[in-house]
């Protein structure tokens, strides 16, 4: 089946510490990946995507690379903001379906 | 950016009471979602609506639940009779098109659900 199984929180970082939120997935086919964001008190925003193998995503200074051989799509910031404290969701999108993982709550620190 | 929008924020209900959960999908779109997330756990799906049917439903979208669209605007969700396990979070989404490898989702900001 499909299912995305991301890495646990929370989270604490100093500002412009450098940022990785592990995220591995298992699907059938060939799903396009995607990393969404959760301020506190909105909703789920889309931060990045990739469609196929070997592509990047970026948004923000956030960056995740689509490995099909490891089946992998991590998270990265080379450094973080207070302002990027929020939850992290990585999520696939297969079978007409999108399937998330727990988020992981990031904080970042002055 | 056009948003969808959920009321309540908050939710506090006895069990065995019924719920309905409100959201406003962006208005252009034509596939309306509802996800929940139990504390600690992952965001799951629950059901998928278009064209005024349900497209698809998990399997914990049993007979306790209902969605409905009733105005052309609203896009509701219904819990007959709640249990203490309904307690989650509640994201209503939609897009303009199905969930393809191009579509992202559209969420709302929740509504948190308690059941005492």
């Known amino acids: 089946g499909n299912s995305v199984t991301q890495m646990e929180g929370p989270v604490t970082l100093s500002e412009e510490a450098f940022l990785t939120i592990n995220c591995t997935y298992t699907?059938?086919?060939?799903?396009?990946l995607f990393w969404y964001v959760q301020y506190p008190g909105e909703g789920l925003q889309l931060l990045l995507k990739?469609?196929?193998?070997?592509d990047k995503g970026s948004n923000k200074g956030f960056e995740a690379t689509y490995r099909k051989e490891t089946t992998s799509f991590h998270l990265e910031k080379g450094s973080v903001q207070v302002s990027d404290s929020a939850v992290y969701f990585c999520a696939l999108s297969a079978s007409n379906q999108f399937y998330f993982g727990t988020g992981t709550s990031l904080t970042v620190i002055p | 950016e056009p948003e969808v929008t959920q009321t309540p924020s908050h939710q506090v209900t006895q069990m065995g009471q019924e719920v309905i959960l409100r959201c406003v999908p962006i208005s252009n779109h034509l596939y309306f979602y509802w996800y929940r997330q139990i504390l600690g756990q992952k965001v799951e799906f629950l059901v998928s609506f278009y064209n005024n049917e349900i497209s698809e439903k998990s399997e914990i979208f049993d007979d306790q639940f209902s969605v409905e669209r009733p105005d052309g605007s609203n896009f509701t969700l219904k819990i007959r009779s709640t249990k203490l396990e309904d307690s989650a979070m509640y994201f209503c989404a939609s897009t303009q098109d199905r969930a393809t490898t191009n579509e992202k989702l559209f969420f709302g900001s929740g509504t948190q659900l308690s059941v005492l």
């Open positions: 990739a469609t196929k193998a070997d």
């Open positions: 699907a059938t086919g060939y799903p396009s």
